[in-house]
């Protein structure tokens, strides 16, 4: 099973006796591989020798590719077990937490535990109240049409879906010194708005931690940590097929709802603040791993072309700022606490529950929506 998943993979990790090997399959864009095998080494440092013997394959690019279609009935293969960053309903790939949690020096993101202190510390400069009343978004178009189509939302002369939108140009970004780009200075909107790029997209959890009202176009994918967001408690809703008309709604209600609409902002930052510190996604990396070292029948062995990873060879061979992001995010010392406890799984009848409770907050805000617009109709 582990061998099938190395047709997409970028790399297969092998962890023995608490020592990391590496063998490299392909380039993965960026530094994505790198930042990504960097943060497994510091769990390594954080637990020494407390995660069990492993061999994984993992893949960095977006899409997950593990269909479940193929993999159903009395004749099916077992799936090939492969790590990336984002799932969807339709797909059986392992969701990992994704390498800008290490730092992303292609645009200037440092690590998430220095930047979580600056969004807090942003959050800070003005008061929800004291914001702008529209939504914001800024970030690549190019990546996906689903951006392009929200680009239509722009205040212009003929309408004022109460969105502000901008594109982003890292190039001219970057020759500037990421004077525009800095997220703790983005803080200055009610409403943020989250839209998926080619599949999910990193920039989920530095809107979610603004005490903005996230108002989330209907997403695709999911990260390891995005299922526990409840609609109406934590995010507001956005229709994936009529985006303008849903945005303004969404503004118009947390204008005329302002103590609701900033109790859901904060309750998403208070989230990903408290539930998703760096102690925590280190503690779902350790879960995640052993968990899966238990599923193997084999014992693991270094394969004759690995190489041995460890921090200081990584760091050492770095430049530039990349390794600036190494040495701000390396951990220093194991830690003396254990992992959190993991939580007893669902059972059926739960999770059915939890699912069912969600499905019909997003269809009571779509109701809410509907007449919303069948009431401004009436008034033309």
């Given amino acids: 099973m582990v061998e099938r998943a190395k047709k997409t993979a970028n790399f297969r990790l092998v962890i023995v006796r608490g020592r990391a090997y590496i063998e490299k399959y392909k380039r993965a864009f960026q530094s994505r591989d790198v930042f990504t095998l960097w943060g497994i080494l510091q769990l390594l440092r954080r637990y020494p020798g407390k995660l069990p013997d492993l061999e994984l394959m993992f893949d ?112 001219q970004e970057l020759h500037q010194g990421y004077k525009q780009s800095d997220l703790a200075k983005q803080c200055s909107h009610r409403y943020k708005i989250y839209i998926e790029g080619s599949a999910w997209s990193v920039s989920e959890k530095y809107i979610l931690a603004c005490d903005s009202v996230t108002l989330i176009v209907k997403p695709q994918y999911y990260d390891f940590f995005s299922r526990s967001l409840v609609p109406v408690h934590h995010y507001w809703p956005i229709r994936d097929d009529d985006k303008c008309r849903s945005i303004k709604f969404a503004v118009d ?5 302002k103590q609701k609409a900033q109790a859901i902002g904060k309750a998403a930052s208070n989230l990903v603040q408290e539930e998703l510190k760096m102690d925590y996604v280190y503690d779902y990396m350790f879960h995640l791993l052993s968990e899966y070292a238990k599923l193997l029948t084999y014992k693991p062995t270094v394969p004759p072309q690995a190489v041995e990873l460890c921090s200081e060879t990584m760091a050492c061979h770095a430049d530039g700022l990349t390794k600036k992001l190494m040495m701000e995010s390396m951990v220093k010392s194991p830690t003396y606490t254990k992992p959190c406890a993991l939580p007893t799984p669902f059972d059926p009848l739960a999770l059915r ?25 009436k008034q033309l």
């Fill in 60 to 171: 960095c690019v977006d899409w997950p590719v593990i269909k479940s279609q193929y993999y159903r009935g009395p004749n099916a293969t077992a799936p090939p077990p492969l790590f990336r960053y984002c799932g969807d309903h339709r797909t059986l790939d392992i969701v990992f937490p994704d390498w800008s949690f290490w730092g992303w020096p292609e645009i200037n993101i440092k690590p998430w535990e220095s930047l979580l202190k600056e969004l807090r510390e942003g959050n800070g400069r003005t008061k929800w109240m004291q914001r702008e009343p529209y939504a914001y978004w800024k970030g690549n178009p190019a990546v996906a049409a689903t951006r392009q189509d929200l680009l239509k939302c722009n205040v212009s002369h003929q309408h004022d879906w109460n969105a502000r939108l901008y594109a982003q140009d890292w190039i």
């Fill in 253 to 257: 209600w947390g204008n005329s709802h």
């Fill in 353 to 377: 529950t939890s699912l069912r409770r969600k499905a019909n907050s997003i269809k009571q805000v779509e109701t809410w929506e509907k007449k919303f617009w069948e009431n401004q109709n």
